[in-house]
């Protein structure tokens, strides 16, 4: 375990940095809790419109704005170097802020941490090498060098097509027929070396998120999915359950993982009624925060394996079989606007032993946006 630092006793309070293209809401929610943990919170942004801007000022400590790895690279090294104990980035930026890191001289465990991220971040190759450890993974084909009708003989028919690279169910597509690859890998970008494909399984979609150093699991849960934002994008309702099968692979996956941090995974039950791991995810999740709703407190765990000290509140049992509203709600809407709002106001009050009040204010303000 790393040796704690207190928030009190030092001079210097805690650092974590989160960079992103724009507005991510599992990054808000876990640097909104930090702050009132006594933690400081840096945002580094593109921020390319008012409201964006508006919501980085409010929620953290410090908000920078950068176009170019340059940027990236001042900006990093302009901060206090010794007090960064993590840098929360999307998986397609690891690359610019492992050398941004390394250039301003962030502390070992932190660089160590991001290149052990890196090194997860090429989807293909994770699910080859979970399958080299018995972890149950679909079956996966990279596109470049086979035919669409090679693909359907190995894999079968739906396919899965995904970035090597994404984030967010951002790049996934399913593909019902083979006629429909071609324009599926233009969508994608159009590079196939970039893409590959994946066996679909029908079964149930459950997820597995963890805190963790060096292997250990000091927190994780497993929830279903109620209900998504889009058919591969983040969920807006959960379900925290009791599975011990998905949280068998789960820490048995989390076991091989060096580093520190949090994770996040995709499973699907197959017809056997295994867990097959479908997703990894090293960084903070949509629901991180709601989850705290059912007895989860990931944020708690998270600073425990940073090695920062805190005063723990007390951690109830989790409660199993709770249903709960990631907030905010980002499902598309038609129609009549009261039952989003009626949505809004009944998550928030779900939630507000977790929020701080600042998040929230952000959110109504950039709710009300979408309604008018």
């Not at 894999?155 to 899965?160: E, R, S, Y």
């Not at 967010?168 to 590959?196: F, H, T, W």
Request: net charge negative; hydrophobic share 40%; proline share 7%.
């Amino acid at each position: 375990m790393p040796t704690p630092m207190s928030a009190e006793q030092s001079a210097s309070r805690p650092m974590v940095v989160f960079v992103d293209l724009g507005t991510m809401l599992s990054f808000d929610q876990l640097a909104a809790c930090l702050h009132r943990r006594g933690i400081e919170v840096v945002h580094v942004t593109v921020a390319d419109n008012l409201l964006a801007r508006v919501s980085s000022r409010v929620l953290y400590d410090q908000s920078h704005y950068f176009s170019t790895p340059e940027d990236l690279d001042s900006i990093l090294g302009a901060l206090p170097a010794e007090r960064v104990v993590d840098v929360q980035c999307p998986e397609f930026l690891l690359d610019d802020v492992i050398h941004a890191a390394h250039r301003a001289g962030f502390p070992g465990r932190v660089v160590e941490a991001l290149e052990h991220r890196f090194a997860w971040r090429d989807k293909l190759v994770v699910s080859r090498a979970l399958t080299e450890e018995g972890l149950p993974v679909p079956p996966v084909e990279p596109l470049l060098g086979l035919s669409g009708p090679q693909l359907v003989h190995d894999l079968g028919l739906p396919l899965v097509i995904k970035q090597r690279i994404g984030s967010g169910g951002e790049g996934v597509r399913i593909v019902s027929d083979v006629a429909q690859l071609d324009g599926v890998v233009d969508e994608l970008g159009g590079d196939p070396e970039q893409l590959y494909a994946e066996r679909f399984e029908p079964g149930e979609t459950l997820c597995y998120a963890a805190a963790y150093h060096d292997g250990v699991v000091t927190e994780h849960a497993v929830y279903r999915t109620i209900q998504a934002t889009a058919a591969e994008g983040p969920s807006s309702t959960i379900e925290v359950t009791d599975d011990p099968e998905v949280a068998r692979v789960g820490d048995l996956l989390v076991r091989q993982m060096k580093g520190l941090g949090l994770v996040n995974l995709d499973l699907v039950r197959d017809k056997q009624g295994t867990p097959q791991v479908v997703d990894v995810n090293l960084r903070a999740w949509h629901s991180i925060v709601a989850l705290g709703a059912a007895g989860h407190h990931f944020v708690e765990s998270y600073l425990e394996c940073l090695g920062v000290d805190f005063a723990q509140p007390r951690r109830p049992r989790p409660l199993h079989g709770r249903e709960v509203h990631v907030f905010p709600d980002q499902t598309p809407r038609t129609g009549a606007r009261w039952p989003a709002v009626r949505r809004f106001v009944g998550d928030w009050a779900e939630q507000r032993r977790v929020l701080p009040a600042k998040y929230v204010a952000v959110q109504l303000l950039l709710f009300l946006r979408r309604l008018l």
